[in-house]
Nanobody, 127 residues
Framework: QVHFVESGGNLAQPGGSLRLSCAAS????????ITWFRQAPGKEREGVSC????????FYAESVKGRFTISRNYATNTVDLQMNSLQPEDPAIYSC????????????????????WGQGTTVTVAS
């Protein structure tokens, strides 16, 4: 059975940093494109970043470009999201599903095609 687990969410100050991690059991993340989504209360879900299976192709939403970095840790089978210069619009529940297309070098931010949604991890930004 496949389970995706997101971790690393916490309270950070504006301008601070957090590192989120996406792990999976029963699933090898490095064979699939992974997307980080976030959803804040009352707002639509937003695809903030994604990485193709080979990590050569990545995407960043304009709202996080230059501040967030997605990376893969092949040793630990995780996909991490380094979040720097956190801003008041960044608080949300962050999740890391996949489209489950093995070997896909490209990634997507279309949430309707994603599977294996975990519980998410909560990011809060406050002084």
């Amino acid at each position: 059975q496949v389970h995706f687990v997101e971790s690393g969410g916490n309270l950070a100050q504006p301008g601070g940093s957090l590192r989120l991690s996406c792990a999976a059991s029963g699933f090898t993340l490095d064979e699939y494109a992974i997307t980080w989504f976030r959803q804040a209360p009352g707002k639509e879900r937003e695809g903030v970043s994604c990485s193709g299976s080979t990590s050569q192709n990545t995407f960043y939403a304009e709202s996080v470009k230059g501040r967030f970095t997605i990376s893969r840790n092949y040793a630990t089978n995780t996909v991490d999201l380094q979040m720097n210069s956190l801003q008041p619009e960044d608080p949300a529940i962050y999740s890391c599903p996949t489209e489950r297309n093995v070997g896909d070098p490209f990634c997507s931010v279309v949430h309707a095609t994603m599977v294996y949604w975990g519980q998410g991890t909560t990011v809060t930004v406050a002084s």
